[in-house]
């Protein structure tokens, strides 16, 4: 069990701590063409398709892209908590272990322990009835043989760990009790308790005002330090993962379109979505939203041929056939460690600046 | 298959709602009325019990006779039929007119107007009114024609569940913009609550005059079984089965029983199915699936 | 949480006041004066009038209102010398026909009526409790389709009619339970629960037509909330899971069974008549047969008085019970 620290400050840019990923070691969480088809009433729902992606311990890996993308699915899925209307293919490896092979009772061991994951509504992940310091004592004593008391003084613990201040008195408190920022950072302890390899956020900040939001987005990446674990950071808000990703995956109907370091898809875009979505975002200090994209979000009921974003994207009239009619891959840009893009246009050129 | 079911219910309740109008006529077809006592076929020697079997039942007495009477029981449960249905029939829909006039009220005018009939509603929705339909029987002049009495009585207890769902209803369209655009635009506010609310609302009602009515009979036929509401003399699904539990206590044959019993079930059964089909069709949470 | 409970309690004052003035100025302003039934035929006016004075009926409705608190509170007299009649306190009226009071009247009849209100209410729980998020657990699946399928049967079928129906089946033609008649439960306590078997099937049946239906759906919705699924993360087995959902169905169904007290209460007056058991619903319909004001209005006044109450304690557990409900 790593120690928790005490309640520190965590500000400031992490790039300088983690200027290279740690390539040398495996990844503790590993996601290989992992597909997601949703049984709807009219027909499959296509929601994740193909998606391949690696988190090392100590890093953040942001998720980006549209609501409606296939974040949550691709999260759920990696938790093995999608409901029975859902068929998961590819495999999803925790430490090794890959979660899509192995039965539901073999799973539920190393959720919470291995992989933990935490929500964007937190009044609704928490349990109204019953108390926040209950609800992360439940929590602990399912990976670990302890009495009651231990357990409680190990919730008093993550609690002050993740800011709770006074955090033996609120640990009685309800939910309901709680401000929004507070349970925002309860249900984070409910998450860490038992120091998971893996915590997976689904939009942790998108409910809160913005220096809220700031707060939530130090402490996960403190706690990332501190307990050495993979943080996966979802989000449909580039800004957002600016200053604390390490890699950035932009996500377009079920398939990332992009991929590399936050130097990479800041500095040198390669996909007209990535592009768009960068004009698109509000600045964390300012929080005005620039310029949304225009056109309709591609959905797995709804898919163009050929890329699926040429009904919204710029440079198709320039390529021509080639993005309605053939699907760009996933390629390593020719020159870089890391940084993978799917168009047409940036094969064997660079985006314009926007 | 769920609107299957709501199919089967509707074609239930078609069937025995013409039946009970055309009661004359089908009294008629089988030879029989139903005040006509017929000593002959009850054998008195055995509690007045009808002779033959299932309660006497022949080619010219399609369901038997009443034990003790011979009434002819056909023509007594159409004609009961007709009574029940008709009763029903008028205090669902004023209670459904009251109901629908408080909710879209309470929905669009808003404030304490809004509060206070709100309170007063959900007082009524938890009130034990089965036990003062009871003692209202005591108190109403004597001179009034019971069915009328039954109705008035069923329509002034029975608006609170519509006016709950309507007000609602209104509530949530009229948070929509086209309500608020045709107020913007001048329209008087009767018209807006008859033009814009009452066309959004029509599948609202239809589910509601659907799963009211059966409630309806249920009550009225409820007060007649417990000598409380139609009297006696008046052929009535309700008296029917009231009486007929003497019968089967001293081991009468079940069909006294059974016949009005069933038809009864038909008309509930057939337009709650109706009404479940609509809920769904329309969409429409009522109480219990909406808390 | 006391001064929440203070409040409620003053509310429901306020409302029984508000009712049992209605009663009065509707029941005893009316043309039938039960004074006049009382009397007899011929009725003589002289011995119209001390009937009169006797009842206290010669008094306005208002004033007969006041008599009636009073009553409640200290009990009350009815007439003079050797025909005087106390009724003591809580005194719900008198019954002259029966030269009785009505609170002993209802007192008599209580146990019947609280012994099939209560067994129905606990079989309902029960029944509902059980099916509902059985079927909310197999949903789309046949257990959900019987279920939902029942209960339409169940809520649309009149108590009575299934009461009959299982008269007829369980009493005459398998000859398994009595089909009438109570026995106290301080005779027998095997017979009393014998004797209320089917009637407790019956309201309870009817009554969980609508708790399978409502905690059905309320099933759904705790199993696809993010709460359970959030529970879940953390390395929940389904079971612990399923049971946490299952507790989170118990506080809404409170409320609804807050609803239905009065539902129960019209089951067990239906109930009452189709197994000859003499509750209160019987003795109200005796008062209505026998133009007794006195047994009427005691009785619909004791009856809201019940759901009144039962109401309150409803939302004293609720509050305790849901952490959210406002403690002011
Ligand atoms: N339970 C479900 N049943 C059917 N379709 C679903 C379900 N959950 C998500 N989807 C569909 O999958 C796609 C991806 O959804 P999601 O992963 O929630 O997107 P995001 O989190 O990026 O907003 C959407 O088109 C959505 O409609
Ligand atoms: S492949 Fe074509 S349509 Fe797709 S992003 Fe590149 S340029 Fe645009
Ligand atoms: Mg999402």
């Known amino acids: ?354 | 298959m769920r609107s299957g079911a709501g199919r089967a219910g509707a074609v239930a309740l078609l069937l025995v709602m013409i039946a009970g109008f055309c009661a004359p006529l089908l009294t008629a077809l089988e030879g029989q009325n139903p005040s006509d006592f017929n000593g002959d076929l009850v054998d008195g020697n055995n509690g007045g019990n009808p002779y033959g079997s299932f309660g006497g039942v022949n080619g010219s007495h399609w369901f038997g006779v009443e034990p003790g009477t011979g009434r002819d029981l056909f023509a007594l449960v159409v004609y009961g039929l007709r009574t029940t249905i008709l009763i029903a029939l008028a205090a669902t829909v004023v209670s459904v007119i009251i109901g629908t006039a408080v909710g879209m009220s309470m929905g669009y005018l808003g404030g304490w107007f809004e509060t206070v009939l709100g309170r007063f509603v959900d007082f009524m929705f938890g009130f034990p009114t089965l036990l003062f339909l009871i003692a209202l029987q005591l108190i109403v002049p004597s001179d009034i024609p019971k069915p009328v009495v039954l109705a008035v009585v069923l329509a002034a207890f029975g608006w609170v569940g519509t006016a709950r769902l309507i007000h609602t209803q209104t509530r949530q369209l009229a948070a929509r913009e086209f309500i608020d655009a045709a107020r913007a635009s001048g329209t008087p506010l009767r018209r807006v609550l008859v033009g814009e609310l009452l066309p959004n609302l029509i599948g609202t009602l239809a589910v509601v005059v659907a799963l009211s009515f059966p409630a309806t009979v249920a009550v009225s036929a409820g007060l007649s079984f417990l000598g409380v509401g139609i009297g006696a003399d008046t052929p009535d699904l309700g008296v029917l089965i009231g009486s007929s539990i003497t019968w089967t206590y001293t081991g009468a044959d079940a069909g006294y029983l059974i016949f009005p019993s069933i038809v009864l079930l038909l008309i509930v059964l057939g337009a709650t199915l109706l009404g479940d089909a609509l809920r769904d069709a329309f969409d429409v949470r009522t109480e219990e699936n909406a808390r | 949480m006391t001064s929440y409970i203070a409040r409620r309690l003053v509310v429901s004052l306020l409302v029984l006041l508000a009712i049992s003035f209605c009663v009065f100025m509707l029941f005893y302003s009316g043309p039938s004066d039960p004074a006049r039934v009382m009397c007899g035929k011929p009725c003589q006016p002289e011995r119209l009038t001390q009937v009169k004075h006797f009842m206290g009926t010669d008094k306005n409705a208002f004033v007969q209102w006041l008599d009636f608190l009073k009553g409640l509170f200290v009990g009350r007299t009815y007439g003079t010398g050797a025909e005087a009649a106390h009724c003591s306190a809580p005194c719900f009226g008198f019954s002259f026909d029966q030269r009785q009071s009505v609170t002993n009247l209802i007192w008599s009849r209580l146990p019947v009526t609280a012994s099939l209100a209560l067994g129905g209410a606990a079989v309902s729980l029960l029944v509902g409790m059980t099916l509902g998020p059985l079927a909310a657990i197999f949903r789309g699946r046949w257990p959900d389709a019987l279920v939902r399928g029942g209960s339409l049967f169940l809520v649309a079928t009149p108590a009575y009619l299934l009461g009959l129906l299982g008269i007829l089946l369980f009493g005459f033609q398998l000859n398994v339970v009595p089909v009438s008649g109570y026995v106290a439960l301080t005779d027998s306590p095997v017979d009393w629960a014998w004797h209320l078997v089917l009637p407790w099937c019956v309201i309870g049946l009817i009554n969980a037509a609508g708790y399978a239906r409502f905690a059905r759906n309320q099933m759904l919705d705790e199993l696809g909330s993010d709460h359970l699924l959030a529970q879940r993360a953390t390395g929940a087995p389904k079971r612990t899971v399923r049971r946490a959902a299952r507790r989170g169905v118990w506080v809404p169904i409170t409320t609804l069974f807050g609803l239905d007290l009065a539902m129960l209460l019209s089951g067990s007056i239906f109930t009452e008549r189709v197994f000859s058991m003499h509750g209160i619903g019987d003795l109200l319909i005796g008062g209505v047969s026998s133009h007794d004001l006195g047994i009427v209005v005691g009785t619909a006044l004791f009856g809201a008085a019940l759901i009144i109450v039962g109401n309150l304690v409803v939302d004293i557990v609720q509050g305790s019970i849901d952490p959210r409900v406002r403690r002011g």
Do not use: W
């Not at chain 1, 609800?135 to 009651?148: C, E, N």
């Not at chain 1, 990535?274 to 964390?284: H, I, R, V, Y």
């Not at chain 1, 994207?313 to 056939?321: D, M, P, Q, Y």
């Open chain 1, 1 to 354: 069990m790593v120690e928790l620290g005490k309640n520190g400050e965590h500000g400031g840019s992490r790039h300088a701590v983690h200027t290279s990923p740690l390539l040398d070691q495996q990844p503790v969480l590993s996601l290989r063409d992992l597909q997601v088809t949703f049984r709807g009433t009219s027909g499959p729902v296509p929601a994740v398709n193909g998606v391949t992606l690696e988190a090392h311990a100590g890093q953040v890996v942001a998720i980006v892209g549209e609501s409606g993308s296939g974040k949550s699915a691709t999260a759920l899925a990696s938790m093995g908590l999608l409901p029975d209307s859902a068929t998961v293919t590819g495999s999803v490896l925790v430490e090794g272990t890959d979660l899509n092979a192995i039965p539901e009772k073999q799973r539920v061991p190393l959720r919470g322990s291995s992989i933990a994951m935490i929500f964007q509504d937190a009044l609704a992940a928490l349990n109204p009835y019953r108390t926040v310091g209950r609800q992360i004592i439940d929590a602990y004593r399912l990976h670990h043989d302890v009495d009651k008391r231990t357990a409680r003084e190990r919730a008093v613990e993550v609690l002050d760990r993740v800011g709770i201040r006074d955090a033996t008195r609120r640990v009685d408190d309800y939910p309901h009790e709680f401000s929004g920022g507070m349970r925002q950072r309860a249900m984070i302890a409910m998450a860490v308790v038992n120091d998971p390899t893996i915590l997976i956020a689904d939009e942790p900040t998108t409910a809160l005002d913005v220096t809220v939001q700031r707060q939530v987005l130090d402490l996960l990446t403190g706690l990332t330090d501190d307990l050495g674990m993979a943080l996966v950071l979802i989000t449909h808000d580039l800004g957002v993962v600016a200053e604390v990703a390490d890699q950035i995956a932009v996500m377009y109907a079920g398939r990332i379109v992009e991929s590399g370091s936050v130097l990479d898809i800041f500095d040198h875009p390669a996909h007209p979505y990535t592009q768009a979505l960068l004009g698109a975002t509000p600045n964390l200090e300012t929080s005005g939203r620039l310029a949304a994209i225009p056109g309709v979000p591609a959905s797995g009921t709804n898919l163009p041929s050929g890329c699926p974003f040429h009904p919204r994207c710029a440079f198709a009239a320039e390529v021509g056939e080639a993005c309605r009619t053939k699907r760009p891959v996933l390629e390593l840009r020719p020159g870089t460690p890391a940084h993978r893009a799917a168009c047409h246009f940036t094969t064997d050129r660079e985006l314009p600046d926007a």
